[in-house]
């Protein structure tokens, strides 16, 4: 093996998390969880081989943390309890294949099409257009902002009660953060 790939097995910490290696699955926008939002068999066998291959870390496709922060249909969510079991099947999935997981959460901000996602607007820091989107969002009052900071941190802690190894916060492109 060359002095190059040698780092790519070399273990990375990040926080508290050990990682035996640095190939990773980034997180993407699977696009596989039902249409509220809840983990499906569907989803499971998208991550199925990545973990069985043995990535060291998965990085999940965005979830959303709250239902305003949602940018495209059969994305996961990790927004209420009640997704809580489902999230849990998904560690535990990675988990048994000796794969570490972190759940990549979101809050698409302006980055969303309002009426494809039954939004009445976009919600950003300012009313600046969204160019690709061509979307005019509305600033957020002080109670959304708050709002939206407290369902971080309970998408994190519904995240950490499931089993995942840690979160991500999404945060470029225009979403929120």
Request: aromatic residues 6%; neutral net charge; contains cysteine.
């Amino acid at each position: 093996m060359s002095m190059e790939a040698d780092v790519l097995v070399e273990p990375l910490t990040i926080g508290r998390l050990r990682v035996p290696g640095r190939v990773f699955k980034a997180a993407t926008a699977e696009t596989r969880a039902s249409a509220d939002g809840f983990v499906t068999d569907e989803l499971l066998a998208f991550y199925e081989p990545i973990a069985k291959a043995g990535t060291p870390l998965i990085i999940t496709g965005n979830m959303y943390v709250n239902a305003a922060g949602k940018q495209a249909p059969r994305m996961c969510g990790a927004d209420h309890d009640d997704k809580i079991p489902g999230l849990r099947r998904l560690a535990d999935l990675v988990h048994a294949r000796g794969t570490h997981i972190l759940a990549q959460l979101n809050h698409c901000g302006r980055q969303v099409i309002p009426a494809a996602m039954g939004l009445e607007s976009a919600l950003s820091a300012s009313n600046v257009l969204e160019k690709t989107l061509c979307t005019k969002p509305r600033p957020l009052t002080r109670t959304e902002i708050d709002n939206v900071i407290e369902d971080f941190a309970a998408a994190a802690e519904r995240c950490f009660k499931a089993g995942f190894d840690g979160v991500q916060i999404h945060a470029a492109h225009g979403y929120l953060i």
